[in-house]
């Protein structure tokens, strides 16, 4: 287990690791896991370790214990660390880096929702590639209670995930919904009941874990790809990364535990 935390600031970011699978859990239980900007940091130099690290095949991001998951960025900090435009732009950098380096790292990513998960909260959650949550967890997006402006790239995020439509009501109306409506509208791809949830978490996580990684490699950087103009995307990147499946000991264990009807090995190479 280790620590990605500033002392002189609130929140500790924690990995800990159950063989190919790396919990991210973000502590900050007295505010519900608010996300304060050593956290911000701390997210983003975790996932930076786990992305090199080729022991890890797939990267949870949860809260720590069951009332949260976030909610949302650590508003008591705003008066000392957001009280200048300097210090505006030094916050807005550390969660843009953060929610960017969630999005791009090469591992699986699957956010694990339950209790309450709000604004930045969301927003996290958006940046993995996959989400589940218990059916009674709290969503809510409260920048317009707040007066808070919400950046174009999170936007984009936002609207991207569940289109424009459910964009502007979850915006407009500020209000809170369930895991069960979360679901509906496409913000999450599984809801459990409640004392489901962590044996479908684990079950899920295991799923994954036990893909070959370089085809689950390629598969996230064609699936971002595709995502972009056409003029913009890196054809070349995603055929190396397909050629690198075919030429690779994990193809040809797949095709013999097939042959054999046995469930595959796969090393990453």
Known sequence: MSTHRDRSEPGTVRIERDGAIAHVVLSNPARYNAMSLAMWRGLADALDTLGADAAVRVIALRGDGERAFVSGADIS?????????????????????????????PKPTLACIRG??????????????????????????????????????GMERVVGQIGAAAATELFYLARTFD?????????????????????????????????????????????????????????????????????SNDYREGRAAFAEKRPPRFTGH
Request: proline content about 4%; aromatic content about 6%; charged content about 30%.
């Open 77 to 105: 900090e705003f008066g000392e660390q957001r009280n200048d435009p300097r210090g505006v732009a030094l916050y807005d950098e550390a969660v843009a880096r953060a929610q960017r380096t969630l999005a791009d790292t």
């Open 116 to 153: 309450v998960c709000m604004g930045g909260g969301i927003g996290l959650a958006l940046a993995c590639d996959l989400r589940i949550a218990a059916a009674d967890t709290r969503f809510r997006m409260p920048a317009a209670r707040l007066g808070l402006g919400y950046a174009l790239a």
């Open 179 to 247: 895991g069960a409506e979360a679901l509906r509208m496409g913000l999450v791809h599984r809801a459990y009941a409640p004392d489901r949830f962590d044996d479908e978490c684990a079950r899920y996580l295991a799923d994954i874990a036990g893909n070959a990684p370089l085809t689950l490699h390629a598969a996230k950087l064609a699936i971002r790809e595709a995502q972009r103009p056409p003029d913009e995307r890196d054809e070349a990147a995603v055929d190396r990364a397909v050629r690198a499946c075919f030429d």
